[in-house]
């Protein structure tokens, strides 16, 4: 079905630890798909919600989106009544951002909930402000005794199964809200523009499937403007909006945000594009994840122009984002005896070995948008992540990673884990060498979770180069299973502040744990 939000005014707000939180569910445009119109009358809205990302114990970055040009105000506060608040003017946004902006806040306070409200100006009458949307956040804490709690998850979106107002759209992101973590870790997928969302779909029982639809999300994306579309097309849903409002994150990409599978260079056989050079679409689907997420290192004033990087959450959490995606080498059978690109490319590589080594956080969460020990295929003879299902010495990609590997035990790095999404199924998986073909490496633990809105998929086979045990797995019996049919999934990480162990819980959309595991501070291997 075509969709037209109904014009509401902002929810009321709600208690949250003693703190008032104001939604972010505000009315949204009249054609949801619409581009702002500089003719329309009244004062600048917000109809998008807020967001905050890679928060720090003094720093956060503040994203918005307006209907029409106009100046980002941020007014931030220790209480929610906004006495004493300080004001940050952020940036004029336009077009040329499609409408998004994003403002750097410094100098917070560590381990403080802080209350922020954007007010967006009319920049020829700065008199004229629309209605404020609220939000809040927890920085960062400066002790270690404050413990830290997040979660992670990936794949929205995907497979056909979007924002479906018959079950409640995302509901899955209202039950990570009302858990409230410090913050959220996506691991890529944000998106799938490779994806059309029909506006419904027969499942195998008979039932009926209908999707919220818009314009861009009717074709697979080619240009910045459907790119755009993509990315603004799960903020049509009201769970996510609130999540956004009260829940900061971290956000990494992966393949579905540009096309599936994809790599630099590659040159698309697929009669649905007309631009056949992905690193085209690539560069279209970058710029608009930038205008989309408050991402630290894509910030203009301040960033790098990369995706991986370390947000440093107190003395007891460093997250290494990695980026699988933009440096790799092309998809191929995995069996070069000599590979110095691989997944990473060989600069990331050497950042990560720097980074780690430098770290002096009691955990070390590397966040990757693939998995290790997992095979996952590219047609018929390729292989899309590191594993190959040759279970012998490493070869490809595999080389990269027992480099590592190998690096973190012999500088002794301690704390390490690898979390991920990506498969569309939850499991936990224990890497060791006595089980391995290369064993120059300390044990590790690997846990996966995901989808969060998409169709989920059978579990699959593990290549024992790296000696991986699964642990345990949840996953359906069969492919593109709806999320009606088998529940959507999402991990919670919890470190003590006291004694400094790190437990992770697998758990399903309704509230269940599936499976919990506590690792223990201070050591190489687990």
Known sequence: MSYRPRIASPDRRAVLRGSLVASAALALPLTATAAPAFALSGRPRAAWGVQVGDVTASSALV???SDRPA???VETSATDSFRRARTWYGPLVGSGTDFTGTTPLYGLPAGEQVHYRVTLADPDDPRRTGEPVYGTF???PARRRDG???LWSGDIAGQGWGINPDIGGYRVYDEMRRLDPDFFLCSGDNIYADGVIEPSVTLPDGRVWRNVTTEEKAKVAETLAEYRGNFRYNLLDDNLRKFNAQVPSIIQWDDHEVRNNWYPGQILDDVRYTEKNVDVLAARSMRAFREYFPVSTLHESSGDGRVHRVVRHGPLLDVFVLDMRSFRNANSPGRQPDDTTGILGAEQLDWLKRELSRSRAVWKVIAADMPLGLVVTDGATDFEAVAQGDPGAPLGRELQIAELLRFIKHRRITGTLWLTADVHYTSAQHYAPERAAFKDFAPFWEFVSGPLAAGGFPANALDSTFGPDRVFVRAPDRANVSPMESPQFFG???????????????RAQGGSVLFSKVLQPGRVGQ
């Open 63 to 65: 994203w918005v989106r």
């Open 71 to 73: 100046r980002m105000i």
């Open 138 to 140: 927890r920085t960062a």
């Open 148 to 150: 830290v709690r997040f």
């Open 492 to 506: 919670e990480v919890d470190i003590d502040g006291d004694s400094g162990e790190l437990t992770v819980r697998l």
